[in-house]
């Protein structure tokens, strides 16, 4: 069992940079997979980024891709996601999630892959 806690959401304007952050339960955090999902009003949920539990593999959707840098602390328990550059369209509710794997260096991209999910931190960018 994992339990996840996101923080650092908020309100920035367009051009800003947030740092979001995952504390997590447990002492097989260096087990899972991390990804970083979003959902936006009326739309899916959708991966923004993940990392292996090696940390040496990472995933970045093509719409953050350049301004997004995901890294993990297993020694810590966290997971962050540094934002840059950021948009109105990057507005929504953040999500950390966890997906258990015996690979060093694969990252799941779908959303079934993932096991334990966080309530989510809202960000918020304005134009």
């Known amino acids: 069992q994992v339990q996840l806690a996101e923080s650092g959401g908020g309100l920035v304007q367009a051009g800003g940079s947030l740092r979001l952050s995952c504390a997590a339960s447990?002492?097989?955090?260096?087990?899972?997979?991390m990804g970083w999902f979003r959902q936006a009003p009326g739309k899916e949920r959708e991966i923004v980024s993940a990392?292996?539990?090696?940390?040496?593999?990472?995933y970045y959707s093509d719409s953050v891709k350049g301004r997004t840098s995901i890294s993990r602390d297993n020694a810590k328990n966290t997971v962050s996601l540094q934002m840059n550059s950021l948009k109105p369209e990057d507005t929504a509710v953040y999500y950390c999630?966890?997906?258990?794997?015996?690979?060093?260096?694969?990252?799941?991209?779908?959303?079934?892959?993932?096991?334990?999910w966080g309530q989510g931190t809202q960000v918020t960018v304005s134009s």
């Open positions: 999630a966890a997906a258990q794997s015996s690979s060093l260096n694969f990252v799941y991209t779908r959303r079934y892959a993932y096991q334990y």
């Open positions: 447990g002492r097989t955090f260096s087990s899972y997979v």
């Open positions: 990392i292996s539990v090696g940390g040496g593999s990472t």
